[in-house]
């Protein structure tokens, strides 16, 4: 993301390429630790795949994202599969996000670019938003990650083991797994991975 395309070209270019992608893998594991008619929570919620999966389980879900592309679009889908009686959506960052308290908050691939100030706090939120045998679907960067010193993208948090460790410390792990590895952007950049992939279920 160094390269000299505005901020809105970026964006219309990962909405289009996301637009098919189905709901992630975390999700779909989170959601069979999720009972139906449940309240979640998606933050980041891009163009909606996952929000949609989400719906369809039966839950109430509220939809978070900084872009207001993003939110529309999640609500156009939702309002075309009949799903939008049970959303609301919300155009702000997640670090401003007043939470509830949830069956599910899922978290794909977004906390990693909260404020680095910021972070520790919400994530304190967020586990304190989990109610009791409530699940957390997500991602942390590791410091491996190609994003961690290179410039020009948005990523702020980069984690070691043992601050993941001690983060998740207390909660029951349904899956975790650490994945270093080359690949891809969702537009097709060549990237180095470094990412904690977690389930997680509060006790």
């Known amino acids: ?82 799903l939008n009686q049970k959303l609301q959506a919300f155009t702000r960052r997640f670090e401003q996000v007043v939470f509830g308290t949830y069956h599910l908050i899922n978290a794909e691939f977004c906390l990693p670019f909260c404020e680095l100030e910021q972070f520790p706090g919400l994530w304190q939120r967020i586990r304190n938003a989990l109610l009791p045998g409530g699940v957390f679907a997500g991602q942390f960067f590791g410091v491996n990650d190609q994003w961690a010193t290179e410039p020009g993208h948005h990523a702020e948090v980069f984690l070691s083991r043992d601050e993941v460790e001690q ?25 180095y991975w470094h990412v904690f992939h977690m389930v997680l279920r509060k006790p």
């Not at 008619?37 to 795949?49: K, S, T, Y």
């Not at 410390?169 to 891809?184: A, K, N, T």
């Open 167 to 191: 983060l998740i410390d207390g909660l029951e792990r349904l899956h975790f797994e650490e994945v270093e590895r080359d690949g891809h952007t969702a537009t097709g950049k060549p990237r």
């Open 1 to 82: 993301m160094n390269d000299s395309k505005s901020e809105e070209q970026r964006w219309a270019e990962y909405y289009a390429a996301t637009e098919t992608r189905p709901p992630r893998e975390m999700l779909i594991k989170a959601l069979e630790y999720v009972p139906h008619e449940g309240r979640a929570i998606d933050l980041g919620c891009g163009v909606g795949h996952d929000t949609i999966a989400m719906l369809q389980h039966g839950l109430h879900v509220t939809a978070v994202d900084a872009s207001e592309e993003a939110t529309t679009r999640t609500v156009k889908q939702a309002q075309h599969l009949h």
